[in-house]
């Protein structure tokens, strides 16, 4: 990596940093607020509940002050024992919904106009604009029980009571006529099919009737019988026949098949026949088929001695061809007798045939009427039995109707009217309640529009940079009793830690390369202390025996000569003009080892002075001469100075101030420094909260007590 043309170390990449637009959708995002934080908002912005709280408050009170008294009436409805009749004629109600359904309807507005209209006129007071008065209903069930509670809310007490015994006897008249309406419409609706159900019954009695007119029940129940039976034997001859036709087709098919292929050895196309009724004296054609085989064998035997032509030979061959011929006669003849007993069984089969055919009508017929007389019964079963069922739920309806089986009576009628504070304490308490609401809601909201820094654990939450030091916050400086800046015995302790601590971080800086010594301090906005921590980081430095240079860069409204007691001039701007040397600019009367280079006189455009050649020829000296170069510049918001001198340094610290410095305004500011190439060493958390429990160092002031001298 090249180095810069000043031979100043390299600045490492800083950490990635986004446009304030985006650095605001990322912080709503990843930023929530903190609790201890909204606390802080709270001890600081303590008046802005209180407000609230008293204006809900007094509003509230001003509403129940203007607002008409209250009177409350109670009233009690429990539900009573009901007589069960046997034949259930009773109505009924989803019992799981029953009560939530009575309280409902206690409150539904047709009840309550019917409660209004039900009061004489003169006893329904008016409100100012001459309108009926209003009344509220409440109704609760008691818990475990079946009783419900009725309550009327009015400005007058006498109305309140009277109104709510009128709705009490209006819900119990309303259920009345309802049920007496339910009753007659259920007792039309039975009545018709009563006469309905009677003139289907009596038009199936009549089907009946003619029936057996012209049929008699129990013969046809026989004949259906007799013939199912008869027709069952002939399907089980059929049955048999087809059979027999079947085994006489086979024995003509062997028949045929061993004629064709002159196979007379064998005695199989036989065997069928002999069981056949035509077949007659099997003997003989048993002996004449066992001749000629005795005849073939023993032609065969001699055939291995004799020639063909030898007179035994011949004589065998002779008798041979007579028994073939004679076998042949009788496979005519069983050929003739097997046509003639196959035609007699097919005339058998269908004979058997049409009789099964007129028998099968025979028994749908007889069926078919069985069927339709037990039909035309069943009919007369099913009506009568819906009949009967309907005369008795007619009967139980109607005896129904007369018996009273309201199941809610009135157990306390309306009590005298009583004054009750209750809706005007609930006012009360949610103005209050809505008061503080709103005054912690703008806390909130304040809180989080707010992105300035509270603690330390935010600063590392927000800024990704190396935190290098915290100088707490001294009570004393806010009233001016105490100088901001370092002396000799400091008896401050934790203040004078402080800044060895970042002497000590500033000395053993994990960096790359050479130990920074130009530094450069600056910070996002003006008043967040960096003329102050840049004049005490200097003196502690030099305190540790370093030769510091100390250099107020901030040529617009320097002041670091008012706390060092130094003068202002001539200074840094005398320099930068001219070529004189820069020893007679230095002072050196403040302490040892630290000399001071004040601001200068004010000039026109004192920025174009850190551009010139000047500048680096002044750091070039400065480096060679002292261990530390403490430059204080202008707030990086203020002017472009400080991000013109950053790039030249080999170090930039930057101040945060506690309860001051926005994170938005730090995060730009430092994606500023790192887009101009500076090296930033890390953030100084200035006046930091002593008492948070983020911050933990040189609280043990008995270490820093001094023994007195003997």
Not at 681 to 687: A, C, E, K, Q, T
């Given at each position: 990596m090249e180095r810069p043309p000043n031979n100043l170390p390299v600045p490492s990449p800083g950490p990635e940093y986004y446009l304030p637009s985006q650095m605001g959708e990322m912080e709503a995002q990843a930023s929530p607020v903190h609790l201890k934080r909204l606390l802080g908002f709270l001890l600081k912005f303590w008046w802005i509940p209180v407000i609230t709280l008293l204006l809900g408050s007094g509003a509230a009170v001003a509403y129940v002050l203007k607002k008409p008294p209250t009177f409350v009436s109670h009233g009690i409805m429990w539900e009573t024992a009901k007589v069960r009749l046997p034949d259930g004629a009773l109505f009924s109600e989803d019992v799981q919904t029953f009560l939530g359904t009575q309280m409902e309807l206690l409150k539904s507005t047709r009840l309550r106009q019917a409660a209004f209209a039900r009061l004489p006129t003169n006893a329904i007071p008016v409100d100012a604009d001459r309108k009926p008065m209003e009344v509220s209903i409440k109704v609760s069930q008691t818990p475990k029980s079946s009783m419900l509670i009725i309550q009327s809310s009015s400005a007058d007490p006498a109305f309140a009571r009277d109104y709510l015994d009128a709705l009490m006897s209006e819900y119990l008249d309303y259920k009345k006529i309802i049920r007496k309406t339910i009753s007659g419409d259920t007792l039309a609706s039975i009545s018709s099919q009563v006469s309905n159900t009677e003139r289907e019954l009596q038009?199936?009695?009549?089907?009946?009737?003619?029936?057996?007119?012209?049929?008699?029940?129990?013969?046809?129940?026989?004949?259906?019988?007799?013939?199912?039976?008869?027709?069952?034997?002939?399907?089980?001859?059929?049955?048999?026949?087809?059979?027999e036709a079947r085994l006489l087709q086979a024995t003509a098919f062997n028949v045929a098949t061993n004629a064709a292929g002159n196979t007379n050895s064998s005695l199989d196309w036989l065997q069928p026949i002999t069981s056949g009724p035509a077949m007659a004296q099997p003997s003989e054609r048993q002996t004449a088929i066992k001749e000629l085989e005795l005849l073939r064998m023993q032609r065969e035997?001699?055939?291995?001695?004799?020639?063909?032509?030898?007179?035994?030979?011949?004589?065998?061959?002779?008798?041979?061809?007579?028994?073939?011929?004679?076998?042949?006669?009788?496979?005519?003849?069983?050929?003739?007798?097997?046509?003639a007993s196959r035609q007699a069984i097919q005339l058998k089969?269908?004979?058997?045939?049409?009789s099964i055919q007129e028998w099968e009508s025979k028994v749908t017929e007889a069926n078919s009427r069985v069927a339709e007389a037990e039909r035309l019964k069943q009919n007369i079963s099913r009506g009568q039995a819906v009949y009967e069922r309907l005369v008795a739920?007619?009967?139980?309806?109607?005896?129904?109707?007369?018996?009273?089986?309201?199941?809610?009576?009135?157990?306390?009628?309306?009590?005298?009217?009583?004054?009750?504070?209750?809706?005007?304490?609930?006012?009360?308490?949610?103005?209050?309640?809505?008061?503080?609401?709103?005054?912690?809601?703008?806390?909130?909201?304040?809180?989080?529009?707010?992105?300035?820094?509270?603690?330390?654990?935010?600063?590392?939450?927000?800024?990704?940079?190396e935190l290098v030091g915290q100088v707490p916050n001294i009570p004393r400086l806010k009233k001016g009793k105490s100088p901001l800046l370092l002396k000799d015995g400091e008896a401050?302790?934790?203040?004078?830690?402080?800044?060895?601590?970042?002497?000590?971080?500033?000395?053993?800086?994990?960096?790359?390369g050479a130990r920074p010594k130009l530094i450069l301090i600056t910070s996002a906005l003006p008043n967040e202390g960096k003329s102050t921590i840049s004049a005490n980081l200097a003196r502690t430095l030099a305190q540790g025996g370093a030769r510091v240079l100390l250099v107020d860069g901030d040529l617009r409204k320097g002041a670091l000569h008012e706390l060092l007691g130094l003068e202002r001039g001539p200074g840094l701007s005398e320099l930068l003009s001219s070529s004189e040397n820069q020893e007679n600019y230095l002072q050196t009367n403040c302490m040892p080892n630290l000399s001071f280079v004040g601001c200068g006189r004010r000039t026109g455009d004192p920025g174009d002075l850190f551009l010139g050649a000047r500048l680096e020829e002044l750091l070039g000296l400065w480096k060679a001469q002292y261990d530390y170069v403490i430059i204080d510049s202008t707030p990086v918001f203020a002017a472009d100075d400080a991000t013109t001198l950053a790039p030249k340094m080999d170090g930039t610290l930057f101040v945060v101030r506690n309860r001051f410095s926005g994170a938005r305004e730090v995060q730009e500011a430092l994606a500023l420094l790192y887009?101009?190439?500076?090296?930033?060493?890390?953030?100084?958390?200035?006046?930091?909260?002593?008492?948070?429990?983020?911050?933990?160092?040189y609280k043990h002031a008995d270490y820093y007590t001094r023994e007195k001298p003997e």
């Open positions: 038009e199936h009695q009549d089907a009946w009737m003619s029936f057996q007119r012209t049929n008699n029940y129990a013969v046809l129940q026989e004949e259906s019988t007799v013939a199912g039976g008869y027709l069952a034997r002939l399907k089980t001859q059929l049955s048999d026949l087809q059979l035997r001699l055939s291995k001695y004799l020639r063909p032509k030898h007179p035994k030979i011949a004589k065998l061959d002779v008798d041979i061809d007579r028994a073939e011929k004679l076998l042949d006669i009788f496979r005519r003849q069983s050929h003739d007798q097997l046509a089969i269908e004979n058997v045939i049409a739920l007619l009967r139980n309806v109607d005896i129904s109707r007369s018996i009273d089986q309201e199941t809610l009576s009135v157990l306390e009628p309306a009590s005298a009217a009583e004054r009750t504070y209750k809706e005007e304490i609930a006012i009360c308490g949610f103005g209050a309640f809505v008061g503080l609401a709103v005054g912690f809601g703008i806390v909130l909201l304040i809180a989080l529009r707010d992105d300035r820094f509270t603690s330390v654990v935010e600063v590392l939450e927000k800024i990704p940079d401050r302790h934790m203040y004078l830690e402080s800044y060895r601590n970042l002497r000590s971080a500033l000395l053993f800086l994990a960096v790359e887009r101009r190439q500076a090296r930033v060493l890390g953030v100084i958390y200035n006046r930091a909260d002593t008492t948070s429990r983020s911050y933990y160092y």
